[in-house]
């Protein structure tokens, strides 16, 4: 994998207000903490998931997450 090929994902927590759809729609990258909010586990996406990322990215209310090519 080239570092052209990598797809990063970052949660902006200061735009984030706990609505959890990411969670929800990408459960094997994100869960939540005890307050709702979203919790990462790890930034590049496994090529199998980024269909699933671009949906999450969408659906999310605050536009708190964002996905990029690197």
């Known amino acids: 994998m080239t570092a ?6 970052r949660i902006d927590r200061i735009a984030c207000t706990g609505h959890g ?3 929800e729609l990408l459960p094997e ?3 939540l903490d005890e307050w709702g909010y979203p919790v990462q586990h790890g ?3 496994p090529r199998g ?6 949906r999450a990215v ?3 209310p605050r536009l708190a ?5 690197r």
């Open 4 to 9: 052209t090929d990598r797809e990063v994902l």
């Open 21 to 23: 759809q990411c969670a």
């Open 29 to 31: 990258l994100i869960t």
């Open 43 to 45: 930034a590049v996406v």
């Open 49 to 54: 998931l980024r269909v699933h990322v671009r």
């Open 58 to 60: 969408r659906a999310c």
């Open 65 to 69: 997450l964002r996905s990029d090519r």
